[in-house]
């Protein structure tokens, strides 16, 4: 296996119980890992908080957000928790903002009537205050009247903008420091997301990666085939960006999950860090190589099977 020189971490789904955190924090930084990503979705665990724990309780571990909903908080008080996080660990936190999943916007009265313009006037003002401007503001969801952060970052982490779309990829070449892509971040996906951003200097990439790893490569396969399947029918932004997609959807539809199964060794490589060891390491090389600086391996969501996972992270990681 060769060496990548991505940061390599994993994400912590939002189905782990928050108490978790702390010690796979930990497991990770004594592993050699570089990173872990925390998840939040409405309505489990909360972002912040958990990302707080993850940093107090390591020395060297960077932890990234993603992501939290542009208008699930007022900006101002994103800015405070960024600021905040970024001072209890300089230079290990990278937070993420999104669009948010609109129906879970709506369940909450918080649902923007444009997505695109609230994650602009958001991204905007937090970065301004994390920047120590006296920011007012008066936008379509946004109002700030002269907000200044008592303590703003010496350096203020990059924000990333978990997004799907081509406008909100472009956005974020526009305002953002970087994307941070959901799983299944396919390096085809990688490549189509920076060429709709823009690919500007300095921009950072982070990718969540379905990760399944196994000692036997068919049991990796078998395990992760269903998940796929779904993925294929959805048409899932990071599924359909592959060059073979159509192939794959017409063995899916013919074959169903037992062709996905057989289907050949480097489109599961392409795909995920789904099979051996090998065949993961494989993967993270394609990520890099499409652009990726930070890898979030993404495991199974239930705890019985995602956690032992972690072994493998840290093989991965110390390659």
């Known amino acids: 296996m060769t060496q990548t020189s991505a940061a390599v971490g994993m994400c912590f789904p939002r189905t782990f119980p928050a108490a978790l955190v702390t010690d796979v924090a930990r497991r990770l930084e004594a592993?050699?890992?570089?990173?872990?990503?925390?998840?939040?979705?409405?309505?489990?665990?909360?972002?912040?908080?958990?990302?707080?724990?993850?940093?107090?309780?390591?020395?060297?571990?960077?932890?990234?957000?993603?992501?939290?909903?542009?208008?699930?908080?007022?900006?101002?008080?994103?800015?405070?928790?960024?600021?905040?996080?970024?001072?209890l660990a300089p230079g290990r936190f990278l937070p993420g903002i999104g669009h948010g999943v609109q129906e879970w916007m709506g369940q909450m009265g918080v649902r923007a009537k444009s997505p695109l313009t609230a994650l602009d006037e958001v991204t905007t003002t937090v970065t301004r205050l994390l920047a120590g401007e006296k920011v007012t503001f008066e936008g379509k969801t946004v109002y700030l009247q002269d907000v200044q952060l008592d303590a703003p970052p010496v350096t203020p982490p990059p924000i990333l903008l978990g997004v799907m779309g081509p406008k909100s990829m472009a956005l974020a070449g526009r305002v953002g420091g970087g994307l941070v892509l959901a799983e299944p971040a396919t390096p085809a996906y990688v490549t189509q997301s920076l060429e709709l951003a823009g690919n500007p200097e300095g921009f950072v990439m982070a990718a969540f990666t379905a990760m399944c790893v196994r000692p036997d490569r068919k049991a990796a396969y078998e395990w992760t085939a269903p998940w796929l399947g779904e993925r294929i029918r959805t048409k899932y932004a990071g599924v359909a960006a592959l060059p073979f997609f159509d192939e794959l959807a017409k063995l899916y539809a013919e074959s169903g999950e037992a062709g996905l199964v057989g289907m050949p060794v480097d489109w599961w490589t392409a795909i995920g860090a789904v099979g051996t060891v090998e065949d993961a390491a494989a993967h993270l090389d394609q990520l890099e190589a499409a652009g990726v600086h930070h890898i979030g391996l993404f495991p199974d969501p239930e705890v019985e099977h995602g956690l032992p996972q972690l072994e493998y992270v840290v093989e991965l990681a110390n390659r």
């Open 31 to 87: 592993g050699g890992a570089d990173e872990l990503w925390i998840i939040e979705d409405c309505f489990y665990t909360a972002g912040p908080s958990l990302v707080a724990a993850a940093l107090a309780s390591t020395e060297r571990l960077t932890v990234g957000l993603g992501i939290v909903p542009a208008v699930a908080r007022t900006a101002a008080v994103t800015a405070m928790e960024f600021a905040t996080l970024e001072a």
